[in-house]
C-alpha cells in the first residue's frame, strides 16, 4: 500500500479524515481496509451506495492531493473478492469523474 508523505510539523488531519472515511476500516493492528463495504442487498441501492463512496473518494483526493487512494481501494476490492452493485457504481462514478475532468 501506498503511505502519505507527511512532514513532521504537517497537520495530521489527512489521517482523521482518512479513518473516517466511510468505506475504510482502521483496525488497531493489521492493515488499513480501503474498502470495507457491506452490500444492501438491493443491487439498485448498492450501486447508489458505491456512487456515494466515489464522491467522498475524490473529494478526499482533492483536498489532500493524496490520488494513491484510488490505488488503495482498488487491491482492497480485490482481496475482497465480490463484484457487486457497490463496485459497479463507485467506479462508473469514478469513469464519470474522470470524463468531467
Given amino acids: 500500500m501506498h503511505k502519505a508523505i507527511v512532514r513532521p510539523n504537517e497537520d495530521r488531519r489527512w489521517l482523521e479524515e482518512l479513518k473516517a472515511l466511510p468505506f475504510v476500516s482502521s483496525p488497531q493492528k493489521g492493515p488499513r481496509n480501503f474498502w ?33 487512494l484510488l490505488s488503495g481501494i482498488g487491491c482492497s476490492m480485490i482481496e475482497r473478492g465480490k463484484q457487486g452493485g457497490i463496485e459497479v457504481g463507485f467506479l462508473m462514478a469514478i469513469a464519470d469523474y474522470a470524463e468531467r475532468r
Fill in 36 to 68: 470495507a463495504v457491506q452490500d444492501t442487498g438491493a443491487y439498485d441501492n448498492d450501486c447508489k451506495l458505491g456512487a456515494y463512496y466515489a464522491a467522498e473518494a475524490v473529494s478526499y483526493m482533492r483536498r489532500f492531493g493524496w490520488a494513491p
